[in-house]
């Protein structure tokens, strides 16, 4: 069974909120994770232009990004950058990343996922991450 665990906050590592995951986002996170089982996949997740709640984050779409080696990466930089533009053409922005490790049971968050969601936290206040447990 696929689990998906949620962090959120500024750092990866402070206060929960509720994150609510609508069908399209939620089905195009585990289809990445099941087309590429045997590596670690990320992606960047997307809430609705204007949606502060203060008591939830609602992902409403996101975007598929890498399934090999992960490190923080120009190319990284640069997808960042064409998601933030479709995202505003979209009257979206970016609110979190999600990440399933490569190994079964792993659901730790590695030093790779903390960096990337901080970089990201950089231009997010309302910033959450989502880890994918592929047990």
Same mark, same amino acid.
């Given at each position: 069974s696929s689990?998906?665990?949620?962090?959120?906050?500024?750092?990866?590592?402070?206060?929960?909120?509720?994150?609510?995951?609508?069908?399209? !986002?939620?089905?195009?996170?585990?289809? /990445?994770?099941? *087309? =590429?089982? =045997?590596?670690?996949?990320?992606?960047?997740?997307?809430?609705?232009?204007?949606?502060?709640?203060?008591?939830?984050?609602?992902?409403?779409?996101?975007?598929?990004?890498? /399934?090999y080696n @992960?490190?923080?990466?120009?190319?990284?930089?640069?997808?960042?950058? *064409?998601?933030?533009?479709?995202?505003?053409?979209?009257?979206?922005?970016?609110?979190?990343?999600?990440?399933?490790?490569?190994? =079964?049971?792993?659901?730790?968050?590695? !030093?790779?996922?903390?960096? @990337?969601?901080?970089?990201?936290?950089?231009?997010?206040?309302?910033?959450?991450?989502?880890?994918?447990?592929?047990?």
């Amino acid at each position: 069974s696929s689990g998906i665990n949620a962090e959120y906050g500024g750092s990866i590592m402070s206060d929960k909120k509720d994150i609510q995951l609508s069908l399209v !986002a939620y089905t195009k996170i585990l289809c /990445h994770v099941m *087309q =590429y089982p =045997y590596t670690a996949v990320n992606g960047i997740l997307l809430t609705k232009e204007g949606c502060e709640d203060k008591e939830m984050v609602e992902v409403v779409d996101c975007v598929p990004l890498f /399934h090999y080696n @992960i490190p923080l990466t120009p190319m990284f930089i640069v997808a960042l950058t *064409q998601i933030e533009e479709y995202a505003s053409n979209k009257e979206m922005k970016i609110c979190g990343y999600y990440h399933a490790n490569e190994y =079964y049971s792993d659901s730790e968050v590695g !030093a790779v996922a903390t960096r @990337i969601a901080d970089k990201i936290a950089e231009n997010c206040e309302d910033c959450c991450m989502l880890i994918v447990e592929n047990d």
